[in-house]
């Protein structure tokens, strides 16, 4: 009985004590808002530091998400108004299925083990009901007459005008064709052709002229590229596509379609797409997730930088503050407020800074965002569909922001709970004392990162090759040499107070303002100490992203494929593939091809041209057709230097299994990009070879050995590369074997290996044809020079052979990927010290008033803010720069040899640790103190 009665008392007990509960976060609340309007210059600096961030990542998120199109703007893209599209891209019968949403991503069973056989359909459209109407539509590049010669121009032929075609072909002025003689153009192809509404274009291939009757844009061209709109009756190659402007695809008709070899576009099936789970066409499933899982990873590893870094900055800053209001606090404390309220208090302050923060960031980063979009829109709806207003991940971001304002609070309000009720009434402040247990978890800290780090930049060194990829064992160390030195980074964050310390023992031998300044960071770690752990974590990403891409461009600069000097122009002459096939040219082909790489070169103004005549391949030899002394010849390298046949080979332009080059001695010096001596050259006239690789010349001669084109066809002939295996084919020996006189340079930087001069490969029976033109430049080329050239080049080829013309400019330059990450590095450092010195000099004023009062000059506190940027600044880049170094390291060490640490910067990354913290010390010593308020302080005399 006792029970049933009190349990309704309880009941009716609860009430009272939740009403008192929210009505103790009413007050908190409202006294923390009060207190952010009161200090609302500190207020203003948090909520800055914490909305910056949010503003930045709104506005990536915008932008992102504007660049991917809705189903809606894909079909307007696609299709217009009309219904659907056709094509024929593969061959009846044999099972070719197609994505849903992407037609262009079709293919056969993954059970096929043969390829597909049978004939095209020439005209899908019979595949329709009889009474479908179809607009035929086909794509390609034209050649067009222009004021400076003739260039290609993208075009479309058919009816693109017609209204069903608005979305993606859309008149802007002028009329619509009406004849089979009449045409449309973009703007850009207008001025780019100097003519008006009105002129005619000629046409080079196929020879036509049509009359301009107005402009028309593309959606999937940007606004700026020409393109021409072409009457039907011009024929051009492409893969044409049939528009359906009435008639609607299902699903169930589409793959059906697929039987038959033609994939379709629908917009009824686009908008509302079939489920392709456990097909084939799985992989090209795109829905919300996995179009935006690159944003969300680019959020995620932003929110994570950002996180710590704001909550470093903003914990000292709600430090500092909360030490102002430590005798208010103490005030509402002595009239029964508990030490939970004043932590509420505190807490709720952070919490209300991250609200505002975030909203703020938020209306900024999406203006931001869209005037961005306003600027960079280049008018193809392709790229940039729309702007997009992702809620839901921007709804995320205003979270993080009151999140990390609510966790910058956290520490400052679990300290004021803490605080001496009486003291804080007095003005006094308990002054702040470091914990055993600090350095000690500090230092374990160190010790596992680093042992994480050593052990998982190891472990792939050592472990068998057998092991399965996916196994834990080689997945799980490219993820300790990261996340071992950011362990360590936190084990020095954790000991800084404790480091601050010793500093300052150190620095009290150097002089006064030293001994103050250290002294000053090591009494107010809780401000100190995040200000250099966020400077360590900027520091920490520079130096990793600076020594990780550096590595990386090492490697790619090793490997470069050079097609001709630096600062050269090459020009090629392949097979024009047909249907994936290419057919070697004929001799008469050859010669057609080289004459126009020639005038090609002539064109381009250059003074200095070389042919560099090879080899036929034996791929593509056929050794009854070739003369009965011709023999394929190799420059043999040394067996020293080949390498096993198990072991990867990578190469460069400069191929070890065709290394002889015919070259003629007026034209060596411009293929090689070099200057010869007169003895050089006169040797090489008669009779000796230019070994590009000193490891070819053996006692100042090179050997050249010869076997007979049917061996060569058959690979029985060294490679060049790996040593001779009995896994490998069997060598024959060779017909003969000549050493010649060998004139050794140290070239990498070019693709000719080993140069002969046309007589002696004509002694040595070597047949040769003209394989590369190299033309030479003494300074840089523009690029409207390069641009006219590549369109000129494009203009010769024929439908048997295709010209290139490739200019040779060098891996990229450092500099241009190393001045942004040193400009934002150097950035957020100088950010983050200008934010922790301010917050210093602030809670120094009386500090500052003490020392004046007792005949403290001006210079002495300027140089006791130098010291304070030193420290801070130093700390921070010093841990971060160490802390950063160590995956690079790692990564190098599983690399095999991939990547070097020599290619680290070393130097920049010294300069970056030293000069950064004495920049900001020297900022700071140049900046004015404020002038101490002397009445704060009195001397006694």
């Known amino acids: 009985m006792t029970s049933r009665l009190e349990t309704p008392g309880a009941s009716r007990d609860a009430a009272p004590a939740r009403g008192a509960w929210a009505a103790r976060w009413r007050v908190a609340a409202r006294l923390a808002r009060r207190q952010v309007r009161r200090t609302l210059p500190s207020s203003l600096l948090i909520g800055a530091l914490m909305m910056l961030p949010i503003a930045t990542m709104t506005a990536y998120t915008v932008v992102a998400a504007s660049t991917i199109a809705t189903p809606a703007e894909q079909v307007a893209t696609e299709l217009g108004r009309t219904q659907a599209w056709i ?31 049978g004939e095209r359909v020439e005209d899908p459209t019979t595949l329709l009901p009889d009474d479908v109407e179809s607009i035929e539509v086909v794509e390609a590049n034209v050649r067009v007459a222009t004021p ?124 509302d797409p079939p489920d392709m789970s456990g097909t084939d066409a799985e992989g090209a499933r795109v829905d919300y997730w996995s179009s935006r899982w690159s944003i969300f990873m680019m959020l995620g590893a932003a929110s994570l930088f950002s996180a710590y870094v704001v909550v470093m900055l903003a914990g000292a800053a709600f430090a500092v503050s909360a030490r102002r209001q430590q005798r208010a606090l103490a005030v509402a404390a002595s009239v029964g407020a508990s030490a939970s309220d004043l932590r509420r208090i505190v807490l709720l302050q952070g919490t209300t800074l991250g609200i505002a923060a975030g909203a703020v960031g938020a209306v900024v980063g999406i203006g931001a965002g869209a005037a961005v979009l306003a600027v960079v829109d280049n008018g193809s709806t392709a790229q940039f569909p729309g702007l997009h207003l992702p ?45 055993p247990s600090h350095p000690i978890w500090g230092s374990v800290l160190v010790v596992v990162g680093l042992a994480v780090t050593i052990a998982a930049a190891v472990a792939l060194t050592v472990i068998d090759p057998s092991i399965a990829w996916d196994s834990p064992l080689r997945t799980a160390p490219p993820y300790g040499v990261i996340i071992g030195p950011i362990v360590v980074q936190l084990g020095v964050v954790l000991s800084g107070r404790w480091l601050l310390w010793t500093t300052a023992r150190l620095f009290s031998r150097i002089g006064l303002s030293a001994r103050l300044a250290s002294r000053d960071a090591a009494a107010n770690a809780s401000r100190s100490v995040p200000a250099f752990g966020a400077i360590g974590a900027t520091v920490f990403i520079g130096v990793f992203a600076l020594s990780g891409v550096a590595m990386q461009n090492g490697q790619s600069a090793r490997n470069w494929y050079y097609q001709a000097p630096v600062g050269s122009m090459a020009i090629t002459y392949v097979p024009t593939g047909t249907g994936g096939e290419y057919t070697p040219l004929s001799e008469h082909e050859i010669d057609e091809a080289g004459a126009a790489a020639l005038d090609l070169a002539a064109a381009s103004g250059s003074r200095r041209i070389a042919v560099v005549e090879r080899q036929p391949e034996p791929w593509s030899a056929d050794a009854d057709d070739m003369p009965s002394a011709s023999v394929r010849a190799l420059a043999l390298l040394p067996d020293e230097y080949l390498i096993d046949s198990d072991r990867s080979f990578m190469t460069g332009s400069q191929d070890p299994s065709d290394p002889i080059s015919v070259i003629d001695a007026d034209e060596i010096e411009t293929a090689l990009g070099v200057r010869l001596t007169s003895a050089q050259l006169a040797a090489y006239r008669d009779g000796a070879a230019i070994s590009a ?38 060598w024959e020996p060779p017909l003969w074997t000549e050493r010649l006189p060998a004139i050794s340079l140290d070239l990498p930087l070019q693709p000719v290996l080993v ?19 190299i033309a030479g430049f003494d300074t840089a080329v523009p690029l409207d020079m390069r641009d006219r050239l590549g369109a000129q080049a494009e203009t010769l080829s024929t439908s048997s052979w295709t010209l290139t013309a490739g200019w040779e400019d060098g891996p990229p330059d450092d500099t241009l990927w190393m001045a942004p ?39 002495l506190r300027r140089r006791i803010g130098f010291w304070q940027g030193l420290i801070i600044a130093g700390f921070g880049t010093l841990t971060g720069a160490v802390a950063g170094i160590l995956p690079p390291l790692g990564i190098a060490m599983q690399s095999g040899g991939m990547l070097l640490a020599s290619d680290i910067p070393w130097t920049v990354l010294v300069a970056l640790a030293v000069a950064l913290p004495l920049a900001i010390a020297v900022v700071s010593w140049l900046v004015t103190p404020r002038r101490p308020e002397l009445t704060r302080r009195t001397v006694i005399t």
């Open 693 to 730: 690789d000193p490891r070819f010349v053996t006692g100042q001669t090179l050997e050249i050995s010869a076997w007979t084109w049917a061996q060569a066809v058959d690979g029985a002939l060294p490679s060049n590369i790996w040593r001779e295996s009995p896994a490998m084919p069997a």
């Open 391 to 435: 809620w839901e991940m921007v709804l995320a971001i205003v979270a993080l922001a009151v999140l990390v304002g609510t966790a910058s609070a956290a520490v400052p309000a679990h300290t004021v709970a803490r605080s001496d009720v009486l003291s804080a009434l007095r003005g006094a402040r308990r002054p702040q004392r470091a914990r």
């Open 87 to 117: 094509g024929v891209r593969g061959l009846p019968g044999n099972g070719l299925w197609q994505a849903p949403t992407q037609p262009e991503f079709f293919g056969y069973p993954a059970t096929m083990r043969e390829g597909p056989e």
């Open 148 to 271: 400076d010669g003739v260039t290609s121009i993208q075009a479309w032929t058919g009816h693109t005008w017609d209204p069903r075609f608005a979305g993606r072909f859309d008149v802007i002025d002028g009329r619509s064709p009406t004849g089979p003689d009449e045409m449309m153009a973009t703007p850009a192809a207008l001025s780019r052709l100097g003519l008006l509404i009105g002129d005619t274009v000629e046409l080079a291939d196929p020879a036509r002229s049509l009359t301009v009757t107005g402009t028309m844009s593309a959606a999937v061209l940007p606004s700026d590229v020409p393109a021409l709109f072409l009457p039907a009756s011009v024929e051009v190659r492409g893969e044409p596509k049939w528009y359906l402007p009435e008639h609607e695809l299902s699903w169930e008709e589409v793959e059906e379609l697929n039987e038959h070899g033609v994939v379709a576009f629908s917009r009824a099936v686009a908008l």
């Open 821 to 859: 990450i040193i400009a934002a590095v150097a950035t957020l450092v100088l950010g983050a010290s200008a934010v922790a010195l301010s917050l210093a000099r602030f809670e120094r004023r009386p500090d500052d008033a003490t020392v004046s009062a007792v005949g403290g000059s001006d210079g």
């Open 755 to 773: 140069a002969i001069s046309p007589q002696t490969a004509d002694r040595l029976g070597i047949t040769t044809a003209p394989r590369l033109v």
